[in-house]
């Protein structure tokens, strides 16, 4: 009696067992979701495939977001496979690790379009081609970090991209509303994952968090996994265009 029996969602952003897509994917799984997976290249393609066969029933995808014909190609198999598409959860981003360091206002052009394309436009590029999917209604999320709200040392052109984000989730809920689709984020605290791990400086940053929030401790993929469970499950119906901080209280203190 899972509360998301039944449910097809799609899961894009897993790269290896820290990813907080792949603790996602653990909380849908144990409510009963069908799944399927997506991996970026085949760098990690042998990563996600070990990880995901742990998940009974469950499709592992290519696609770089980055590429229209991917993400065509995405919805063309979903179509066939699934047939009707209730969720996306969208746990992607990029920036090059010299823009993660130093002063935002050497951002490069090069650097600055990437990380906008990658961690924000993708968003709205998956949206596009999945929400013909959703017949029945349904739910997309994305990842983001208080670096949108505020200045956080280091975060740079990332902050800049997670601001489109945030901004995209509400232009995507204004549109998608009529549909019956839900588009919300979850602001998560600092974890260490591999693209945390291009962020300097990042253990003073959990640091701070252990001192300073409310909880007084870091966050854990599986409180966000719980709450994107939460956001793909009939439990949220009444909010879009939302970003709810799982933080452990952080973003009000720190
Ligand atoms: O502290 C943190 N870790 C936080 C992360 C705090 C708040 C938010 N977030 C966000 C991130 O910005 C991101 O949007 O959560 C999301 C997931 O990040 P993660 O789980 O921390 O990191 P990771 O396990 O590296 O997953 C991100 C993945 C990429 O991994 P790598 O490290 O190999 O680049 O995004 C995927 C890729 O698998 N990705 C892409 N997928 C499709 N097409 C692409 C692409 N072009 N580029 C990156």
Not at 88 to 103: C, P, Y
Not at 150 to 158: A, K
Not at 236 to 252: A, L, P, Q
Request: aromatic fraction near 6%; charged fraction near 20%.
């Amino acid at each position: 009696s899972g509360l998301l029996n039944g449910k097809n969602i799609l899961v894009m952003g897993v790269a290896n067992d820290r990813s907080i897509a792949w603790a996602i994917a653990q909380s849908l799984a144990a409510q009963g979701a069908r799944l399927a997976f997506t991996y970026e290249s085949e760098r990690v393609e042998e990563r996600v495939r070990k990880l995901a066969g742990n998940i009974p029933d469950s499709l592992i995808l290519p696609c770089n977001v980055t590429v229209d014909e991917d993400l065509v190609r995405l919805a063309d198999t979903l179509k066939g496979e699934f047939g009707v598409l209730h969720g996306v959860v969208h746990s992607i981003a990029f920036a090059r690790t010299e823009e993660l360091e130093g002063m935002f206002v050497d951002t490069s052009r090069d650097g600055y379009a990437l990380a906008q394309d990658i961690s924000a436009f993708s968003l709205v590029a998956v949206s596009k081609h999945m929400y013909p999917l959703m017949t029945e209604g349904g739910s997309i999320m994305t990842m983001t970090y208080l670096g949108a709200e505020r200045v956080m040392r280091n975060y740079n052109v990332m902050g800049v991209a997670k601001a489109a984000l945030e901004a995209s989730v509400r232009y995507l809920a204004a549109d998608l509303g009529q549909h019956g689709i839900r588009v919300n984020g979850i602001s998560a605290g600092p974890i260490r994952t591999l693209a945390a791990k291009g962020i300097k400086d990042f253990n003073s940053i959990l640091h701070q968090v252990e001192e300073k929030a409310p909880l007084r401790k870091t966050t854990e993929t599986a409180e966000v996994g719980d709450t994107a469970m939460f956001l793909m499950s009939h439990l949220s119906r009444g909010i879009t265009g939302e970003i709810i901080h799982v933080d452990g209280g952080y973003n009000i203190v720190g």
